[in-house]
């Protein structure tokens, strides 16, 4: 038997994935993936080593334990800027992917319509096309990622159910404006359809800006779905703790995804993650800090060596133009590897269109070390 199902067809291993193996094999830096291979604060080891000891490796509600749901609450509130009900508004999953793809089979059906901006985060449109969703594309315009709200308009419809909104962006750093989410969140309210934020990288934004959940947009609130968790944040990419914030009667629903799909996110690593979110406010600030100082040393690199870099607002990674010499972006990032052995993201990866056709992405979540010894192979380039 070789049958492989039809909700499979078409898709491929993403280059993102593909980029990371190709980097394994020449014993390169990764600029490519989103791994974010930094120390593991204490507090997280604490927390989870205590629970493994103290046997706490059974099964979690399919929700999340009690104490975590209680602290994201607590730090919604506090951070986010609105209120939820850790009892009733909050499902913990299996990483923030896992908390979209839980959400998306909770709340649409096979033919509805799903806008993504462009450029997009690929696991979002893959799991859309595997639940059999039919997508639309809205270009965010360079340099700056602005809007067409014309162009936004046109794109709903009366099958339009959902749009993605990923605040700080993937791939791009675009920090979405209150002025944004509103007219998004009008749009949703007028057609009918969902606003799904993934924020994983809410912590992350610099030159003083500030991330803004739309649901804590008096007028959006009810027409959000709001998607994150904490590889990003204390960076554990492969603890896969994330979590979803809804209306009580969504929550239910995507909770009971979750059960089907997952179980539950793994128990002495959600106790972890309960344990780091004890830490003080300093933590963050340093955070933001110190991926603003690697933005800006990636931007000079790249600059150095003839590409033109988009300096994002937030999120730890960067698209830039590739110079002249290259064909298009995935014979840049191949010579990359080949040459001077980084990886990048070649930006089809992120466009349904050919605007992404020359530029390629960089991921800056390294230790300086890293960056430094990248900056000077890109400068040999």
């Known amino acids: 038997m070789t049958q492989i199902s039809n909700r499979l067809s078409g898709l491929v291993q993403s ?9 394994e094999r020449v014993g390169g830096i990764n600029l490519g993936q ?43 509130e506090h951070f986010n800027g609105f209120r ?3 009892a009733k508004e909050l499902v913990v999953t299996v990483g923030s992917t896992g908390g979209f793809a839980a959400a998306a089979m909770a709340t649409l059906n096979p033919g509805d319509e799903v806008i993504l901006f462009e450029p997009y985060y690929g696991y979002h449109l ?3 096309k595997v639940l059999g969703i039919e997508t639309k594309f809205v270009p965010l315009r360079m340099p700056g990622w602005s809007i067409d709200f014309d162009e936004l308009r046109r794109a709903f419809s009366k099958r339009t159910r959902a749009i993605v909104v990923c605040t700080p962006s993937n791939p791009c750093g ?7 989410l509103e007219r998004i969140g009008a749009l949703c309210r007028e057609f009918g359809a969902w606003a799904f934020t993934d924020e994983i990288y809410e912590y992350i934004v610099y030159d003083g ?33 994330g979590y979803v914030a809804a209306d009580a009667k969504i929550a239910e629903a995507i909770g009971l995804v ?7 996110a793994p128990t002495p690593l959600q106790w972890g993650v309960a344990r780091a979110l004890e830490i003080g406010e300093e933590y963050y600030r340093n955070l933001a800090a110190d991926y603003e100082k690697k933005r800006d040393m990636l931007a000079a690199a790249l600059r150095h060596a003839g590409f033109k870099p988009f300096v994002p607002q937030g999120a730890y990674y960067m698209l830039a133009e590739i110079p ?26 992120f466009y349904a269109s050919d605007r992404g056709d020359r530029l390629l992405r960089f991921c800056f979540a390294k230790d300086f070390a890293a960056l430094e010894e990248a900056g000077t192979r890109l400068a040999r380039a």
């Open 15 to 23: 280059d993102i994935r593909r980029m990371s193996r190709e980097c």
């Open 34 to 76: 989103g791994i974010c291979d930094l120390p593991t604060i204490p507090e997280l080891i604490e927390g989870a080593t205590e629970a493994i000891a103290g046997s706490k490796a059974t099964y979690s509600k399919f929700e999340g334990i009690d104490l975590l749901r209680e602290r994201i609450a607590r730090k919604i």
């Open 84 to 86: 939820v009900d850790p």
């Open 126 to 128: 893959n799991t859309l």
């Open 174 to 180: 675009k920090v979405f404006t209150r002025d944004e």
């Open 209 to 241: 800006k500030r991330h803004l959940s739309m649901a804590s947009i008096e007028s959006c609130r009810d027409v959000t779905i709001t998607i994150s968790g904490f590889s990003k944040t204390f960076s554990i990419t492969g603890w896969r703790i």
């Open 258 to 264: 979750n059960d089907l799909f997952y179980v539950c």
């Open 324 to 349: 002249a010499g290259y064909r298009d972006a995935r014979e840049a990032a191949m010579s990359l590897i080949e040459e001077s052995r980084i990886a990048s993201v070649p930006g089809p990866s």
